[in-house]
Each structure stands twice: as structure tokens, then as C-alpha cells.
């Protein structure tokens, strides 16, 4: 069974930046689609990007243009750039396996790290 190992996460300024990791382990996802969920206090689960076992990638409206993922196959991690990071980023992100290009699907989840964007 893959074991999913978010980091990455930490308290930031408004207009600031964090990069979050998610090494996998027990289980080789090449080929499989791999990316990130959000969860907010008080609201649900919200899909934010997936990249596809060949590299195409798919964002959230509301990140768009802000994050970008990308994938190291050889480290068998999936990475979350997070730029002109807002208050309303703040919530707990998962990286997950088996996501669609429509940011639903999702398969095994990681424990989450903690994003705070607050100055």
C-alpha cells in the first residue's frame, strides 16, 4: 500500500511563497495521476491541481497562474509551488493518487500539512 508524506507547510505573509512536497513510498506512482486537495476551516474539501502520469496539468480556478505542480518521477514526489499565496489559501492540503483532469477522483490521501497565510 502507498504511504503518502506531505511537507512543506508553515505560516507565510500575505504575497508570499511555499513550496509543499509529497514523497510516496511503498508503491511507484509513474503512472499514475497524482495532486493536491485543500480543506478550509468551515468549508469543504476543494480540489486544487492534478498533473497526469504524463506530465499535463489541471488547477482550480481559483489558483490558476498563482500555483503550479510538477512531478519527479525519479523521487516518486509531486511538488506544489504556491506563489501570491492569500488568506483564503489558508487551509490543511493533502496530496493525493488517481485525480481526474476535473479535480475529482482522488484514491489514497496523505495526513495534510498546515498552510497559514497571515501577516
Known amino acids: 500500500q502507498v504511504q503518502l508524506a506531505e511537507s512543506g507547510g508553515g505560516l507565510v505573509q500575505p504575497g508570499g511563497s511555499l513550496t509543499l512536497s509529497c514523497a510516496a513510498s511503498?508503491?511507484?506512482?509513474?503512472?499514475?495521476?497524482r495532486g493536491w486537495l485543500r480543506k478550509a476551516p468551515g468549508k469543504g474539501r476543494e480540489g486544487v491541481a492534478c498533473?497526469?502520469?504524463?506530465?499535463?496539468?489541471y488547477y482550480a480556478g481559483a489558483v490558476k497562474g498563482r500555483f503550479t505542480i510538477s512531478r519527479d518521477n525519479a523521487k516518486n514526489t509531486v511538488y506544489l509551488q504556491m506563489n501570491s499565496l492569500k488568506p483564503e489559501d489558508t487551509a490543511v492540503y493533502y496530496c493525493?493518487?488517481?485525480?481526474?483532469?476535473?479535480?475529482?477522483?482522488?484514491?489514497?490521501w496523505g495526513q495534510g500539512t498546515q498552510v497559514t497565510v497571515s501577516s
Open positions: 493525493a493518487t488517481d485525480c481526474l483532469p476535473n479535480l475529482t477522483g482522488w484514491g489514497d
Open positions: 511503498g508503491f511507484s506512482l509513474d503512472d499514475y495521476s
Open positions: 498533473i497526469s502520469d504524463d506530465g499535463r496539468t
